[in-house]
């Protein structure tokens, strides 16, 4: 599969809008409801989006870029980032995801990638170079 950046970029930057157009005015016990013990809420969906914000795509593409492709990422705790103590609105989370994702893309975007770069292999610390579900060979990129 070959990255083409600006619609990667353009996917990246039109999903905050999507969840907001699905989720923002929906009623508080669907988006605070989940399907059982060990799944999700769709305020836990937000929560866990803002999270991977941090911690996952951007500094792993720093990481690779950092120590190349013999390092694999460090492992991460991929659960939302359930904290009591801030009872989050489903729609205060929305507006963070839209935010923090928005500076994400300007970082990402003054990085100035290059074609050499978008080649770059990642390995992921569980599924390794490539994630099962990926059947064609060639490059991963980030």
């Given amino acids: ?25 929906l009623p508080e016990s669907w988006t605070q409801a989940n399907e059982g013990p060990g799944t999700w809420t769709a305020q836990d969906v937000v929560r866990h989006l803002i999270k991977m914000e941090h911690v996952n795509w951007l500094p792993r593409i720093r990481y690779l870029l950092q120590h ?19 009872p989050f609105t489903l729609p205060s989370l929305l507006d963070s995801f ?6 994400r893309l300007d970082e990402l975007r003054q990085m100035d990638l290059q074609p ?13 170079p490539r994630f099962p579900s990926c059947s064609q060979p060639g490059p991963r990129t980030i």
Avoid at 6 to 18: E, F, H, I, K, N
Avoid at 72 to 78: E, G
Avoid at 116 to 128: D, N, S, V
């Fill in 1 to 25: 599969m070959d990255l083409n950046l600006p619609a990667t970029l353009s996917l990246l930057a039109s999903t905050p809008a999507a969840l907001n157009g699905l989720l923002r005015t």
């Fill in 68 to 86: 190349g492709e013999r390092q694999v990422f460090p492992p991460m705790d991929r659960e939302p980032g359930r904290n009591p103590a801030q």
């Fill in 98 to 103: 839209a935010e923090i994702r928005s500076r």
């Fill in 116 to 128: 050499a770069q978008l080649l770059l292999r990642g390995t992921h610390p569980t599924f390794g």
